[in-house]
């Protein structure tokens, strides 16, 4: 946006976000955890800015994030630099609870699994906001790719409370200036950049959980 609101919104613009997804794979593709991280902290940051009905899923996020950073400025945090050097370090030390909830059921493996799925939900969700019309409506949006992934990891108290939040939701434009990249055009450009980053940060991390079996840990 130009003029005077640009200036009030000066510290947020959603493409900053999305560009630490784009900083954490490195030249051999492996998936740099701090700025994955990073990248997940953008994100909360933008779902604080759309109202406290999100907090009870941005606590979740923070949470989670703030599990890996530990790990990350813990005494193993080289161990922690890329997903895949995490994965190797946890299995080869046993730091995973594989089956069930044992002594080990806040590892890096099974936090991450748990942003792992919520990407794949924000990779559709984005996908449909990208290609949505002037009327669409973000709730129907956001619920709809809710439904095709992360609701099937979710007790049905979860999936109710976030359908509530859901409808909480504000529509296109203004969820596009909460974003604050530019005009409509201006941001459905920038998710078609975006996207396809996001779907092979996905792409790399899914094959490596399923190539060690790691896709359902508890
Ligand atoms: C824009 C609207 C944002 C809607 C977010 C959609 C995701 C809905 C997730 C609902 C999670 C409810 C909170 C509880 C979750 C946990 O039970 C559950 C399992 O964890 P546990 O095994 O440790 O118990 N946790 C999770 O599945 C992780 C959820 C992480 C959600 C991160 C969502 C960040 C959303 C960022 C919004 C960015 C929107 C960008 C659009 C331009």
Redo the contacts with the bound molecule.
Sequence with gaps: MAGPAASENQNFC?KDELDAFKLCLSPNKEVILEHYLAG?SG??K??NR?GNV?G???K??SS?IQILRNFLNGESGSEYFTVQSMVKYELENKLVDLKKAGSHPESGCR?LL??H??LR??EL??ER?RTSQEDGK?SAM?AES?NES?AQ???WV?RK??GL??CM?PGRLA?FEV?NVGTPDQVVAMLGEALPVVTEVYQITQELYAKHDLLDIP
Aim: charged fraction near 10%.
């Design positions: 959603f997940w994100l909360v933008f779902l759309l999100f009870f899923i941005s979740d996020a989670k936090t748990r942003l799925r919520a939900w924000l969700f984005l906001l973000t956001c809710y992360l990891f979710h007790p979860v409370a976030a939040a859901f939701l969820f974003m």
